[in-house]
């Protein structure tokens, strides 16, 4: 029973250059949410996905960030034109349908971008 | 707004229990999260607490109490193993909007 999967592990770009980061949900799970954490900071919350609709991304820088979760295939975080400040960990976790108050979120290994 | 205290780090002997606290600041709730993060890789899902009182899972439990926005993870008969981050959260009004603190490093030592 496979876990959250992300790929790649670590992801070295350029600045200027666009990241895609993906991430595939746990089985049965159709809710996806995408963190940040910075050296020495808490996990920030970005994005919160369903398939084909993205329910609150209030987490988002304005600009150059995007994501999605199509109907087959994994979740994309992308980012474009890369600077040094997006160097992260960025984190994907999956939880199934909610019941009232629970959502347990299961997290991915994370992507390690480092910008040069 | 929200606002997640714990310590920063700290240190244990094999065998002993150690509480690790955390002070939460939240204008809604709707339960409260530990997770474990060993370097490198995923955080781990431990326990979730929205009633108060004590929530025992093995080795592991969880406390919380609403009135004073306060949590705290017990880990007994430390092993090495147990050396990790440990990562309290809340997931507010949202519901699913988790909101994490910079998390306690504990440190087991032999």
């Known amino acids: 029973n496979a876990g959250v999967m992300q790929n790649p592990r670590h992801l070295v770009r350029r600045r200027g250059q666009e990241a895609r980061l993906r991430c595939s949900p746990m089985k049965g799970h159709s809710h996806v949410y995408w963190y940040r954490q910075l050296p020495e900071e808490g996990l920030k919350f970005m994005v919160y996905?369903?398939?084909?609709?993205?329910?609150?991304e209030s987490g988002m820088p304005k600009e150059r960030f995007s994501a999605e979760f199509p109907k087959e295939g994994p979740s994309i975080l992308r980012i474009q034109q890369v600077v040094r400040g997006d160097s992260a960990a960025y984190f994907c976790a999956s939880s199934s349908i909610r019941t009232s108050g629970k959502n347990i979120q299961y997290f991915g290994a994370g992507t390690r971008l480092s910008v040069l | 707004g929200q606002n997640i205290d714990q310590p920063t780090e700290m240190t244990a002997t094999e065998g002993a229990i150690v509480q690790i606290n955390c002070t939460y600041q939240?204008?809604?709730?709707?339960?409260l999260f530990w997770y474990q993060q060993h370097a490198g890789e995923a955080p781990t899902f431990l326990s979730y607490n929205v009633l108060d009182g004590l929530e025992e899972k093995g080795r592991f439990s969880s406390f919380l109490s609403r009135s004073k926005g306060y949590s705290y993870l017990l880990l007994k008969e430390l092993q090495m193993k147990d050396s990790a981050s440990y990562l309290c959260a809340d997931s507010g009004g949202s519901n699913y909007k988790l909101t994490f603190g910079k998390g306690t490093l504990l440190t087991v030592n032999p």
């Open positions: 996905l369903q398939k084909e609709n993205i329910i609150d």
């Open positions: 939240t204008s809604g709730f709707n339960g």
